[in-house]
């Protein structure tokens, strides 16, 4: 049975936005599937038997993407979810430009672009809009130092877009998911054991995540150490800044990452 709810997808096409594509088909959504390659759009709409899924080829960052997606709406949309991400892992001293400025764009300044450009059809349905963060939006990690700030500013975006939209008809969703196993994995692998990171499926995320944007919940963040580690920051800041940072001073962190860059 087709959902006549429309949702849109960002980065659809891998990782955690196939993932969440695959869940929103089994509940019978009419997707909207973005990414900027068609051939991994394809690949994820394979996964299901969805006819009314469409793709859309189109770059977030750009206006002229964003244009295309606005277009593919046409007028309507119960759920954005602004998942499309990059990463870029390393010491701050060592970051070009280049990496830093493609951080920003991707992880921060195109989900506000792209709600403010939806906006009008979120409202002709009473929408929600979805915002993919992660707990490193919470607790800021060391040689995550660019991707961590972009995910802090998501989840203000989102907290500021809530009470903005307060007493309105459109909800929004903030998801914290933690390190996750996706292609996006290979840039930090060297760190997990370090770092004593725990590594959640792509599907587990998404099924997650489903369960907060059904429940119309401001927030969710994964069961776990990770869930109680944002309290204590939230609270006790300089106490994960001790735990944390000495992690980071840890010879054998500093080798792991010395490696990985290298290699």
């Known amino acids: 049975m087709i959902n006549t709810k429309k949702v849109l997808i960002t980065g659809a096409g891998t990782g955690i936005g196939r993932a969440l594509s695959i869940e929103a088909a089994q509940k019978g959504y009419d997707l909207i599937l973005v990414g900027r390659t068609s051939s991994t759009l394809e690949e994820t709409r394979s996964k299901y038997h969805t006819p009314n899924a469409?793709?859309?080829?189109?770059?977030?960052?750009?206006?002229?993407?964003?244009?295309?997606?606005?277009?593919?709406?046409?007028?309507?949309?119960?759920?954005?979810?602004?998942?499309?991400?990059?990463?870029?892992v390393g010491h701050l001293a060592d970051m070009a430009d280049a990496d830093l400025e493609r951080m920003t764009t991707t992880n921060l300044v195109a989900p506000m672009a792209l709600t403010r450009d939806l906006l009008p059809a979120l409202?002709?349905?009473?929408?929600?809009?979805?915002?993919?963060?992660?707990?490193?939006?919470?607790?800021?990690?060391?040689?995550?130092?660019?991707?961590?700030?972009?995910?802090?500013?998501?989840?203000?975006?989102?907290?500021?877009?809530?009470?903005?939209?307060?007493?309105?008809?459109?909800?929004?969703t903030y998801i914290a998911p933690r390190a996750t196993r996706t292609a996006t994995e290979s840039a930090f692998s060297a760190l997990i054991e370090p770092l004593e990171m725990t590594l959640d499926t792509a599907?587990?995320?998404?099924?997650?995540a489903w369960d907060a944007i059904l429940?119309?919940?401001?927030?969710?963040?994964?069961?776990?150490?990770?869930?109680?580690?944002?309290?204590?920051?939230?609270?006790?800041?300089?106490?994960?800044?001790?735990?944390?940072?000495?992690?980071?001073?840890?010879?054998?962190?500093?080798?792991?990452?010395?490696a990985s860059l290298q290699s």
């Open 54 to 88: 469409r793709c859309i080829v189109a770059d977030v960052t750009s206006a002229e993407g964003r244009a295309l997606i606005v277009d593919a709406v046409d007028g309507s949309l119960d759920i954005l979810i602004n998942n499309a991400g990059v990463l870029s």
């Open 123 to 172: 409202r002709t349905s009473k929408g929600r809009i979805v915002n993919i963060g992660s707990v490193f939006g919470d607790i800021a990690y060391p040689f995550f130092a660019g991707y961590s700030a972009t995910k802090f500013g998501l989840r203000g975006f989102s907290d500021a877009m809530r009470r903005e939209l307060s007493g309105g008809d459109i909800g929004v």
């Open 203 to 208: 599907e587990i995320v998404a099924v997650q």
């Open 215 to 258: 429940k119309g919940k401001r927030e969710s963040f994964p069961k776990g150490k990770e869930r109680l580690f944002v309290k204590v920051q939230r609270l006790f800041p300089t106490l994960i800044d001790k735990s944390v940072g000495a992690q980071a001073r840890d010879p054998k962190t500093l080798a792991a990452l010395n």
